[in-house]
């Protein structure tokens, strides 16, 4: 069973620019919630996707935004970037919502510069 | 707001050593709790996890964690630590809200296990 999948690995923008990241969950999983990891903030909490409806957001601006497709992957977005923005930026995957996590994936490390 | 303590912020042990990473929440309702683990280079891992019932927990890889309600804690130990353990260690609590749930997560540990 193929795990969760977060592309790109790795992405350097600069200031002002946008980004999109993107995750594919585990087959069957409808949930999927995204966490920022930061050296200083540590994992944070940033919203929950299921089936293809926002269910829970974290204390993040409206900068950051996110939606699911209704074969469950889902993207985030992230405009007009600042230097504190750059972090790994983990997705996971549920079988219900608003349950615990069950899988992560590998994240994608993103470096503004 | 719930939040999660955890109190080492870097452990450094040689193998066989026991270890004991400590983990307190704030939140005096019911909780759940769990350990994840992030191996240099890798995802996150669940090593274990509380929701009811026996306060002793055991999970993945010989490690355990007991729940003490009293003390807020949810400590995670384990007997002889190998240098495969290096790796940081995630304390988290499920923050509910009706029927949304999200983890808050501590801050981490790292260990190092010296071979």
């Known amino acids: 069973k193929a795990g969760v999948t977060q592309t790109p690995r790795y992405l350097i923008k600069t200031r002002g620019q946008q980004v999109t990241l993107s995750c594919s969950p585990i087959s069957g999983h409808r949930s999927v919630s995204w966490y920022q990891q930061t050296p200083g903030q540590g994992l944070q909490f940033l919203f929950e996707?299921?089936?293809?409806?926002?269910?829970n957001k974290g204390n993040f601006p409206g900068r950051f935004s996110g939606r699911q497709f209704s074969n469950s992957r889902s993207e985030m977005n992230v405009s007009t970037l600042e230097l504190g923005d750059s972090a790994l930026y983990l997705c996971?995957?549920?079988?219900?919502?608003?349950?615990?996590?069950?899988?992560f994936g590998d994240g994608t490390r993103l470096s503004i510069l | 707001a719930q939040s999660v303590s955890q109190h080492n912020h870097h452990v450094i042990l040689s193998e066989a050593a026991s270890l004991e990473l400590g983990c307190n929440y704030s939140?005096?309702?019911?909780?759940?709790l769990f350990w994840y683990v992030q191996y240099p280079g890798q995802h996150l891992q669940l090593l274990l996890k509380y929701f009811s019932g026996d306060p002793l927990v055991k999970g993945i890889k010989g490690f355990e964690a007991e729940f003490i309600k009293s003390k807020f804690s949810f400590n995670l130990r384990k007997p002889s630590v190998q240098w495969s353990d290096t790796a940081e260690y995630f304390c988290?609590?499920?923050?509910?809200?009706?029927?949304?749930?999200?983890?808050?997560f501590g801050k981490g540990t790292k260990l190092s296990v010296k071979p």
């Open positions: 996707y299921f089936s293809e409806t926002q269910r």
């Open positions: 988290a609590v499920l923050n509910y809200g009706g029927s949304q749930g999200n983890l808050i």
């Open positions: 939140y005096g309702g019911t909780v759940n």
């Open positions: 996971a995957s549920s079988t219900r919502q608003g349950g615990q996590p069950q899988h």
